[in-house]
């Protein structure tokens, strides 16, 4: 995707309409799936679906030789975040997230996984951190607002 359809996109999240901003969120998801084009799309699902039929570790092995023969390759690190938090693996998850988002600094899905992955492990100031970045993004997002706060009572 282009800086400039980049650009137009992150501002349409801002927007007041919800349609425009789910037409804008629909756009990236749909981008970064398909950031290797369609057969990276379809190992993406092939994860998930051995993910959802009870296999993570075929799951893990296979978004692994994704992220091995195309570590480029962002979504496959975000979906790897996904499988580790899924498997409570915090501390994996947390890395994989932070690989997601030094590809793609804009990844609201990653960030708001970096901060369920920090608040899983105690690190509510980390989680505030980064749900706070990913409603820069995306601030119309009613969930990081209330796992802002929910962080922010168990601080406190």
């Not at 501002?11 to 425009?20: G, I, M, N, S, Y």
């Not at 799309?41 to 570790?57: N, R």
């Not at 390759?73 to 994996?92: D, I, P």
Request: aromatic fraction near 10%; charge should be negative; proline fraction near 3%.
């Amino acid at each position: 995707m282009d800086s400039d359809r980049v650009d137009r996109l992150l501002e349409d999240l801002k927007q007041p309409d919800a349609e425009v901003r789910d037409h804008a969120t629909s756009l990236f998801w749909h981008a970064w799936f398909h950031q290797k084009g369609v057969y990276g799309a379809q190992q993406l699902m092939e994860a998930q679906t051995l993910l959802e039929s009870g296999e993570p570790s075929q799951a893990e092995a296979l978004l692994n030789d994704i992220v091995e023969a195309q570590p480029d390759f962002a979504e496959a690190w975000n979906r790897l975040a996904v499988l580790h938090y899924t498997q409570r693996e915090y501390w994996r998850a947390i890395a994989a997230c932070q690989k997601a988002i030094a590809l793609v600094p804009y990844h609201f899905g990653a960030l708001h996984g970096l901060g369920l992955s920090h608040s899983a492990v105690g690190n509510y100031t980390a989680a505030i951190q980064s749900f706070r970045r990913a409603l820069t993004i995306q601030p119309y997002s009613l969930v990081n607002q209330r796992l802002i706060l929910e962080c922010t009572a168990k601080l406190g």
